[in-house]
C-alpha cells in the first residue's frame, strides 16, 4: 500500500494525476523509445546513414508541433470561455449525459478533445468510466480537432525518432547512457503529455517543455544552464500567475512550488547520473530526490492511508460508476449517475483491498451511509453556481434523489445565444462528488444533452436544514 501512495505522489508530481493510467502510458513510452534504439542500430549494420540537417529539422519540427498544441489549448480555452461570456479565470464543467470535464486557464483540457473524439470510437466502454474529454468534443470544430491529432502525431513520433541521435554526445558508459534513458524519457513524456491534458499553464508543464528544448538543441554537457533558465523563467510565471489571481490561495501556490522543486530536482539527478560523478555524490542526489517525493506522498495521503487500512464493515455501502459490472454487489440506489452498492456478505480485509480488486477511484470511496439514510434534512451542503444551457430549462424548481430546492433564476442569454442560469441547490453531505447531483438537476428535466458550470461555490455541511 506505501508504494501505491508513492507512485501516487511520484505521478502527481511528473504528471498531476495518480500513478495507474500514466505509469502504463509513460512505460509504453519508454518502450517505443527502446524499439527506436533498435530499429537504429539494425539500419547502421545494413549500411543507412542519417543526414545531421534532417536530424536538426526533425527536431525543429517536434517542437514547433508542441508550440502550436499549447497555442492552440489555450486558443480555444479562451475562445470558447468568451463566447460564452464565461470569467477567463473560472473554473467550469462541462457535462453530458456520461462525462463531466473541468477545465480552467491553468489546468486546460480542450486538448483531450483529441482523447475524447478518437477513444470512444476504438473503445465504447471508456466514455462511461474515464474523463476522455468527450464532454468538450461537441463546442470544437471537426477540421481543429483534425488539425491537433495530426500535430499531436508528428510530434509524438518525432520525439521518439530523435531520441537515438540525442545520446551521440554521451561518452561514457552505460550506466549513464541509462539515466539519460530515463532523463530524455521523462522531460519529453511530460511536454506531450501536457500538451492535451493541462496546456502550458498547468504545473510543471512551462519547466518540462523548456527542459526538453535544452535536451534538444544544447551539447548535453551544456544541459544545465538549460535547467538553470528553465527555473529561472517558471519561477517568473508562477509568480506572474499568482499575482494575476489564477492560483486561488497560498496553500494551492504552496503546492506548485513543491512540485516544481521536486521535479527540477529528480532531472537535475537523471542529468548528473549521466555526467562522469562520483558514485557517493549521485547517491546523496538520488536520496534527496526520493526523500522529497516521499514527503510529498506522506503529506497527501496520510490520513487515506490509514482509511484505506481499515476493515471493511459489511453494513456500509461504496459509490462506483452505474454501468461498470459489480456482479458481486447489490445496486442499492443511485445518486447521478453513481451507483450506490452494499458490501454485505464481503469477505475483504481492508478497504485497499476492495479498492484494487475493483479499480474503484479515490473519488468513489465507501461511505458509512446506506442510500436510503444518506438525507438531505440530516446534513447538506449549499452550493451555490451558474449554469449555461443551450435550451431553457423546463422549470425553474427541480428536485432530484440527495437534492432539496434547486433553484434556477435565468439572468440572461450570453453572446452565442444559450440561457444563464443563476443556480442555489442543497445537496446531501454524504455525496461524495456533488458535481454529480448538479448536473442531474439540469439534465433531468429537460431537453438539453449538455450543460455548462463555472464558479461553482459550495458550502460548509450543515446538520439543520433551514429551507
Not at 506572474?240 to 530536482?265: A, C, E, H, R
Not at 453513481?338 to 464481503?346: E, I, R
Not at 452565442?416 to 454529480?436: F, L, N, T
Request: glycine share 8%; net charge neutral.
Amino acid at each position: 500500500m506505501g508504494i501505491t501512495f508513492f507512485l501516487d505522489a511520484l505521478f502527481d508530481v511528473f504528471a498531476q494525476g495518480t500513478f495507474p493510467i500514466r505509469f502504463f502510458l509513460f512505460a509504453l513510452y519508454l518502450a517505443a523509445m527502446l524499439v527506436v534504439v533498435v530499429v537504429y542500430r539494425w539500419c547502421v549494420s545494413k549500411g543507412v546513414t542519417f543526414s545531421p540537417h534532417v536530424d536538426f529539422g526533425v527536431r525543429g519540427i517536434v517542437i514547433l508541433a508542441l508550440v502550436l498544441l499549447f497555442v492552440v489549448n489555450i486558443f480555444l480555452q479562451v475562445l470558447i470561455f468568451s463566447e460564452h461570456s464565461i470569467p477567463i479565470r473560472s473554473l467550469a464543467y462541462f457535462v453530458d449525459s456520461s462525462e463531466i470535464t473541468s477545465t480552467r486557464l491553468t489546468n486546460s483540457n480542450f486538448g483531450k478533445v483529441v482523447i475524447g473524439a478518437s477513444l470512444p470510437l476504438v473503445f465504447p466502454h471508456t466514455k462511461d468510466i474515464a474523463d476522455t474529454g468527450a464532454a468538450l468534443v461537441p463546442y470544437v470544430p471537426l477540421p481543429l480537432i483534425a488539425g491537433e491529432s495530426i500535430l499531436f502525431l508528428v510530434a509524438l513520433l518525432g520525439s521518439l525518432a530523435v531520441y537515438v541521435s540525442c545520446t551521440r554526445g554521451l561518452s561514457y558508459g552505460r550506466v549513464h547512457h541509462v539515466f539519460f534513458f530515463f532523463l530524455y524519457g521523462l522531460v519529453a513524456f511530460l511536454a506531450l503529455e501536457k500538451s492535451l491534458d493541462g496546456g502550458l499553464l498547468n504545473d510543471g508543464a512551462y519547466l518540462a517543455c523548456m527542459l526538453y528544448a535544452s535536451l534538444l538543441f544544447l551539447p548535453s554537457w551544456r544541459f544545465y544552464i538549460g535547467m538553470a533558465v528553465a527555473l529561472f523563467s517558471n519561477a517568473l510565471l508562477i509568480v506572474v500567475l499568482y499575482v494575476s489571481g489564477m492560483y486561488w490561495n497560498i496553500p494551492y501556490l504552496v503546492d506548485v512550488v513543491q512540485k516544481t522543486l521536486i521535479l527540477f530536482i529528480f532531472v537535475g539527478t537523471l542529468y548528473a547520473g549521466g555526467q562522469k560523478l562520483r558514485p557517493a555524490f549521485l547517491t546523496v542526489l538520488l536520496l534527496l530526490s526520493f526523500f522529497c517525493i516521499g514527503v510529498k506522498a506522506y503529506e497527501g495521503s496520510a490520513g487515506e492511508y490509514q482509511y484505506r487500512a481499515s476493515p471493511v464493515d459489511a453494513a456500509e455501502s461504496f459509490i462506483g460508476l452505474y454501468g461498470v459490472p459489480r456482479d458481486s454487489f447489490e445496486l442499492q440506489g443511485m445518486i447521478g449517475r453513481l451507483g450506490v452498492y452494499s458490501l454485505a456478505g464481503t469477505s475483504y480485509k481492508n478497504k485497499e483491498e476492495l479498492l484494487e480488486r475493483y479499480a474503484i477511484s479515490p473519488w468513489y470511496l465507501p461511505i458509512s451511509q446506506s442510500t436510503g439514510a444518506c438525507a438531505i434534512e440530516t446534513s447538506f451542503r449549499t452550493l451555490h453556481f451558474f449554469t449555461l444551457t443551450a435550451l431553457p430549462l423546463a422549470q425553474s424548481t427541480l428536485t432530484v434523489p440527495h437534492m432539496l430546492d434547486g433553484t434556477f433564476t435565468l439572468l440572461g442569454r450570453d453572446a452565442s445565444g444559450w440561457y444563464r442560469y443563476e443556480s442555489v441547490i442543497h445537496v446531501a453531505s454524504c455525496v461524495p462528488r456533488p458535481i454529480d447531483v448538479v448536473r442531474e438537476s439540469t439534465l433531468l428535466g429537460s431537453e438539453n444533452a449538455r450543460a455548462i458550470f463555472y464558479d461553482l461555490d459550495i458550502s460548509s455541511p450543515s446538520s439543520r436544514w433551514r429551507g
